[in-house]
């Protein structure tokens, strides 16, 4: 029944799915058709000039598709959250939020100053939910020792939105390790970013996922499902983490694995990185009750979302001293490397399951509608 | 007719607005009721700690309300867009949330250097549209020579979003021009900041509008009402504007006249500054055709938006040449000494009319719902 129930969504989903005249929501999952309209639309109508580039030192920008971009040595980035419910099981579209752009932002290799908010409410929204939305903010805020220094607010007339939806912008610097961490990737071998891009990993790099895969998809799916598993979202800022095995060094490149998953992760960095990846489906770490629930949802859970977790690209002799200092920390408690980059044909990314190796597919986008 | 119409609008807006416990129309149109939302929630929430200020050096934050921050000289503003209709005559939301940002960026005396977007699509929204606001965005970054690094997208399903709305946030570093400025003023009175914030006016200042007030509003108004006035939106980046007049000399503070319009920005002035305004009503330029829809309409030109008329505070000795400066650029053609900063019972924001001094009242929001 839950199955097919599911299925049906799908199904009408893709009866819908015009995706040449109209946005659909594949538009907004994070997987190929995203891709595409990103491409051949924003790419395409934002281009910018060389002299401005120059002038203001914009070495990641638009077309490189990153988690965020570094002008003038300052790393910016932004994520609107549109999440449904606005609370769930370990959270809500306040922490999330915030947590996101932190991680978007951390990635990079910055650590993060500041945030800003741009808050849309329907008007009638109940002020109490707002308050609760405000604090878990402030709290998540204080949790990762980075604050909001401006914000805006709209409110739209009842019934041109449901409930309230949140951006969340932010800057961060430099992190204070990360020339000594590109210092110890250099003893191992080559390399000549100045950030962690997605275009960093090589073939021998070794790859670390910093916690259990799929918690925050499939609690939301079950929430706006009314399903009753047992399971939370892992939603969290994930910056004292990062600081923390840029400390390690011989970091290439961080993602923070949200819309799409672990998947969509692996398929970016080997299309941007031109490599191919090889995943062991045994170590990847997923909750047994996760693993059931999408048995019974039908839901790959290296598809489906995350909100405290990041996927670390790391060269080969420093993965298990990085995976030690992962384990010191309660959100990375679980973490595990899971495989390695390496020359595979067409750069597809491989899952080695017991009886050979597999192409994981590279999904059209997350299945959870509005995950975040 | 139409009056009545809009009378009509007004007194269901005041029934329903039981601000204690739902969140109202006027709690984001930028007027008293929102600055209390502000206040006793946002600020109360996202309160920071003194350690992270000097970490970053934050001179403006979220508590100080003005129109972006100061973080490691960074300045940093976000809004979101809303504006109903989408299109409307002078421009459309992609045109509105790139100039907004960049008029953000550029008061707080910051040169912008780069723009991100947060979309919020609806499924099903036409993608020739979409196409047209990203040119739209695209050809007002070229004319401000400002370009978008980053983005984020997300579609929720049809029915939960009424078409479009977006994000847009920026950054900027401290205007080449700005120290000089500030030495200018310095030449004529005290002043001891370090960035164009709304606290800097002083007994004595002038005080300059751009040009006409009132065009954005009313042409958004017309066209949610279907009027047929022959008025266009003022929208336009004003950040080469304003890189002209710091380049003169003697700017205290430049405040964008956005939702509340003009009598906002004298309001936001007279009560951080602690000082009176008087501005005489006669040199407030103001278009015939915007006077006579405001006639018809019941609405005060002063009370609604602009969305490329900036205000500048500037020491009476520089008050002319920044005029005739600001006369050189067709956006700011129509720019006249409105009045000045002086000692008024109360920091009153006084209209002086023919018959007297009047004083104007700071509204509770902007009368034009969607304005931005």
Redesign the interface.
Known sequence: MMLMEIKDDFTNNLK?DDS??????????GGSI?QN??QN??VK?????NS?KEK?N?E???EDL?D??V??D?V???????V?PTFFPGGDIGKLSISGTINDVSVMGAEP??L?????????????N??RI??S??DT??QA?????????????K????GI?I?T?G?G?RNSFLDKNIDVVKKYRKFDARWLSDSNLREGDKIIVSGTVGDHGITILSAQKGYDFDIISDVTPMNKVIQGILEVGGVVSIKDATRGGLGNVLHEWSEKSNVGIVVKDSRIPVKNSVKEACEILGINPLHTANEGKIVIGCVAKKAEEILSVLHEFTEAKDAEIIGQAEKVFGNHVLIEKEHGKVILESPEGDPV??VC
């Open positions: 819908k040449k005249n109209f946005i659909t929501s594949k538009h907004g999952a995203m309209l990103i639309c924003f109508n934002l281009s910018s000039e401005w203001f914009v990641i920008s638009l990153d965020g971009a002008v003038n300052t910016i980035a932004t994520d609107s959250h549109v449904k100053m500041a800003t908010f741009g808050l849309i409410l329907e008007s009638g929204y109940p002020r109490n707002l308050e405000l604090k903010m402030g805020c204080k020792g980075v604050y909001v220094v401006t914000g805006d607010t709209k409110v739209v007339e019934g041109s939105l449901d939806m951006n912008s800057i610097r509608p509005r």
